[in-house]
């Protein structure tokens, strides 16, 4: 449901000692320890979680990356004879010499 995130980022966000980051499953949170960068930490253990792991998290992302790649090539494989197509009637078809 969207106000489960919705309801835990406000409570996060007015919590006591609020943390910087607020995240929801696993991609998330790796996501936001990979951008880390100088954000404040919360405690000791996202320090050492945000240094020791993030060669590793970079490395999964790389996985990730290329799946987003693989998905798009294959859109494009799909779908551009017919946008080639479309373009070269609209423009009158092609030009002969």
Avoid at 22 to 42: C, Q, R
Avoid at 79 to 95: A, F, L, W
């Amino acid at each position: 449901r969207p106000e489960d995130p919705a309801k835990a980022m406000v409570a996060s966000a007015f919590a006591k000692n609020p943390k910087f980051q607020v995240y929801f499953t696993f991609e998330g949170w790796m996501l936001s320890n990979l951008t880390a960068g100088m954000s404040p930490v919360s405690n000791i253990g996202d320090a050492v979680t945000q240094v020791a792991l993030a060669g590793l998290f970079r490395f999964i992302s790389l996985f990730y990356l290329n799946d987003f790649w693989r998905i798009i090539r294959s859109h494009d494989d799909n779908n551009g004879k017919d946008t080639n197509e479309k373009s070269e009637q609209t423009k009158g078809g092609p030009k002969a010499d």
